[in-house]
């Protein structure tokens, strides 16, 4: 276990479904982000938050929406995605920008 | 249609073996790098890391080199173990302005009994 921890594991939606996937570091981590992995592409960062605030939007679609409320917790709101948006989605955290990742198990989000 | 899967180079090596994975990093500037492992099924798990100061780090059955000049990283695994099998990535950190880790594409290592 890394510590990062995230929920749920497997998610199947469809296109006009609205969903959220949920991380959660315990290592008292300033800074976290969500990557996606597929099997096209090597792993794309798509958001970075740093001590709650959002320091980069990877030139992600509006149809994801990041939220951190706090440093521990960080949620990725999903709505209209569409087929190709089928991926893993992983969390990581690390004690500041530049620093090693932890990574969590990913979710693996089919979208029908 | 068939969809097409990202493409990755594989290592294939008997138990006892060392292996080495190699990589080439983009960014002059990175300053930090490090090497991951993915298992099916799971998160990429850290490695071992090093720092743009140094040439060689060494860890637990691992050793990472690094040279500037041609951008190259490697990662050696010595006496490799079936449980090694995974799919291993390199990161550099874009240090740039704003600092971000930068995937490479992965190899993958199937280690035989």
């Known amino acids: 276990e890394t510590g990062v921890t995230q929920t749920p594991r497997h998610l199947v939606m469809g296109m006009t479904n609205k969903k959220s996937l949920k991380c959660e570091q315990h290592l008292g981590h300033n800074a976290m982000y969500w990557y996606k992995q597929s099997a096209k592409k090597p792993l794309e960062l798509m958001f970075v938050y740093n001590f709650k605030e959002q320091t980069e939007n990877n030139s992600v679609p509006s149809r994801f929406s990041p939220e951190c409320p706090n440093s521990s917790h960080l949620f990725l709101h999903l709505h209209t995605l569409q087929p190709e948006d089928s991926a893993l989605y992983l969390c990581?955290?690390?004690?500041?920008?530049?620093?090693?990742?932890?990574f969590g198990p990913g979710t693996r989000l089919t979208v029908l | 249609g068939e969809s097409v899967g990202l493409h990755l180079p594989t290592l294939s090596v008997q138990e006892g073996d060392n292996s080495i994975i190699n990589c080439a990093y983009s960014n002059s500037a990175s300053d930090y790098f490090i090497w991951y492992k993915q298992e099916s099924g799971k998160g990429p798990q850290f490695i071992i890391d090093i720092r743009s100061n140094m040439d060689k780090r060494q860890g637990q059955r691992v050793t990472v080199l690094l040279n500037k000049t041609v951008k190259h990283l490697s990662l050696q695994i010595a006496a490799t173990q079936p449980g090694d099998s995974a799919v291993y990535f390199c990161a550099e950190n874009w240090s740039t302005g704003f600092q971000k880790l930068v995937f490479g594409t992965g190899t993958r290592l199937l280690v035989s009994p």
């Open positions: 990581a955290s690390s004690q500041e920008q530049g620093t090693e990742q932890f």
